[in-house]
């Protein structure tokens, strides 16, 4: 006859059962939706391009056309970004996925197991009670040489109880730390697709009507963005670098470059992190994997990448030894500053900071 399951066992079933609602199949359903949301994007950006490309041939110039045309640029910036992000999020909803289907995995697997160990359990005090209590009746007959139980059959019993509850508790336990890795997992997937698909169109500006283009548009010539980073930033309105703090890993970011830079005996000091974090609120949204893959800089085979959405000539002539990832974000921001402060002589200079303080459309530097 098997023996009842410990009374805690009711516990670790309820918390086994939380498991199966993950579903991480419906994770990777989403993941395919933001997939083919990026390439639909893909596909309306061509369109966009394309629809302007007789127009640029010829058919409008003058300052109101290229401040139109810059506009359509802006766009089409910002799709390549936004496209950028939706396949970050696919990405980072896949590993979600596997993440959680590996945690599914580990709870039955540790439910089992606790299963099995309580089983043996049973099985083996029912075993050693029946041979105590066949012991203790060959004592109460009387018959020659018989010997005592070590201990009595409730005993046994008893303790075996006891180390079937503690295996519950332990398998409990296991489950609740299994259930806290899915939450943190599925709390900064949250975290990745709130950052990255908010705000990327909102940002871009009304065209620049009556401005030449290189008011309006993002700068394509020379070794980044006419000499600059290689950005392809959207416009945004008046007042100056935000007041605000970037939020978390930037400032971090942020915060390790300056002092790379300053060990460097670059001129830079925590005073500037607005003005860095204003560039990059433009240039990327924030995203370090953000690739440019519409402007001009593109289409002569050099799109602008990461935070600061430097060209890889820029970033090669202006990176720190030891810093030569353009997408990691710190080298990123490390040869975008100095190519800031080569090209313009401070960070407060770079042209499109100084048009926001006059209440102007940020540009790409």
């Known amino acids: 006859m098997t023996a009842p399951m410990p009374p805690e066992w009711g ?16 994770v990777e359903e989403t993941a395919k939706s933001f997939r083919q949301a990026a390439e639909r994007l893909d596909g309306h950006t061509s ?14 110039s003058g300052q109101t056309a290229e401040g139109f ?6 766009l089409a910036g910002a799709g390549g970004r936004l496209r950028g992000s939706l396949g970050s999020v696919a990405d980072d909803l896949s590993a979600l996925r596997e993440r959680l289907g590996g945690i599914r995995t580990s709870a039955g697997e540790r439910v089992e197991a606790a299963r099995r160990e309580i089983r043996q359990i049973d099985s083996e005090a029912a075993a050693a009670a029946a041979k105590a209590e066949a012991r203790q009746d060959a004592v109460n007959r009387q018959v020659v040489g018989a ?8 005993t046994i019993l008893a303790e075996a109880a006891e180390r079937a509850a503690t295996v519950a508790r332990a398998a409990g336990e296991d489950l609740d730390r299994l259930a806290t890795e899915a939450d943190t997992a599925i709390g900064r997937t949250r975290e990745v697709m709130s950052r990255h698909t908010g705000g990327t169109f ?60 300053q060990a460097a005996g670059v001129p830079v000091s925590e005073a500037d992190i607005a003005n860095i974090w204003a560039i990059i609120q433009h240039e990327s949204s924030g995203n370090p994997n953000a690739i440019n893959l519409w402007d001009s800089n593109a289409a002569a085979g050099h799109p602008s990448k990461g935070l600061m959405q430097c060209i890889d000539p820029t970033f090669e002539a202006h990176k720190l030894p030891g810093h030569d990832d353009i997408y990691n974000p ?17 960070i407060g200079e770079v042209p499109g900071l100084q048009a926001m303080a006059a209440s102007g459309a940020y540009r790409g530097y």
């Open 330 to 346: 710190v080298d990123n921001i490390i040869a975008g500053v100095r190519y800031a402060l080569d090209r313009y002589g401070s």
């Open 69 to 74: 045309y810059g506009y359509v640029d802006e």
């Open 147 to 154: 010997v005592p139980p070590e201990k009595p059959p409730t």
């Open 202 to 261: 909102s940002a871009v500006g009304k065209p620049a009507v009556g401005t030449s283009r290189k008011g309006a548009a993002p700068s394509t010539s020379g070794g980044a963005g006419s000499g600059g980073g290689g950005a392809s930033a959207p416009a945004t309105t008046s007042g100056g670098p935000p007041a605000t703090m970037p939020p978390g890993d930037v400032h971090q970011w942020i915060l390790e470059a300056i002092k790379e830079l």
């Open 11 to 26: 516990a670790v079933e309820e918390k086994a059962a939380r498991f199966e609602a993950l579903e991480p199949e419906r």
């Open 47 to 60: 369109g966009l391009h394309a629809a302007v490309t007789g127009l640029r041939e010829g058919a409008w």
